[in-house]
T-cell receptor
């Protein structure tokens, strides 16, 4: 079936450094790629998303890039802060899936002061 | 009610028992979803509903059933719980305008089946 692979599973950085999380997807017809952040004990929340008609999207310290040819997309966090520590999930929409998302397994990011 | 709520917050259940997890949203969203979250496996879709009166199967539907009698409520039922259904369950909703759109998650229900 369709799947989304996410790497790395854990990531540890120093405050102020950049963090990059990468995902690949299998459904070449996927056209929507959101990223969710889940803090410890909390619910997942959308932080940024990208549609297939653009290659990059930025929102302050967060950016997402998409390479449709290679079927991969990445989350970039610059100037990391301790409050960025959380689990991040990428996702891709199933073709014809009407908002049905396939999630990656998650990346646990730890930002050390 | 503000947003999307779930009940109970947590539950310990004996294997073989029937259990219904409740989910209610007040955002008038058309689409609703049930996910389970297990360590190392991310969020996996159990069942979904694009609009009241319709439901569909997700990635891991076996052992679960849902109903969507109205826009606001989307209960998830385990007919005969088994230990492998121990998980954190999240309900979510979205406007479902086309294929894009943010999914809003509930606070989750932690279910333990012994």
């Amino acid at each position: 079936g369709e799947n989304v692979e996410q790497h790395p599973s854990t990531l540890s950085v120093q405050e102020g450094d950049s963090a990059v999380i990468k995902c690949t997807y299998s459904d070449s017809a996927s056209n929507y790629f959101p990223w969710y952040k889940q803090e410890l004990g909390k619910r997942p929340q959308l932080i940024i998303d990208i549609r297939s008609n653009v290659g990059e999207k930025k929102d302050q310290r967060i950016a997402v890039t998409l390479n449709k040819t290679a079927k991969h997309f990445s989350l970039h966090i610059t100037e990391t802060q301790p409050e960025d520590s959380a689990v991040y999930f990428c996702a891709a929409i199933l073709s014809g899936g009407y908002n049905k998302l396939i999630f990656g397994a998650g990346t646990r990011l730890a930002v050390h002061p | 009610i503000a947003g999307i709520t779930q009940a109970p917050t947590s539950q310990i259940l004996a294997a073989g028992r029937r259990m219904t997890l409740r989910c209610t949203q007040d955002m008038r969203h058309n689409a609703m979803y049930w996910y389970r979250q297990d360590l190392g496996l991310g969020l996996r879709l159990i069942h979904y509903s694009n609009t009241a009166g319709t439901t569909g199967k997700g990635e891991v539907p076996d052992g679960y059933s849902v109903s969507r009698a109205n826009t606001d409520d989307f209960p998830l039922t385990l007919a005969s719980a088994v230990p492998s259904q121990t998980s954190v369950y999240f309900c979510a909703s979205s406007e479902a305008s086309g294929s894009f759109g943010e999914q809003f998650f509930g606070p989750g229900t932690r279910l333990t089946v012994l």
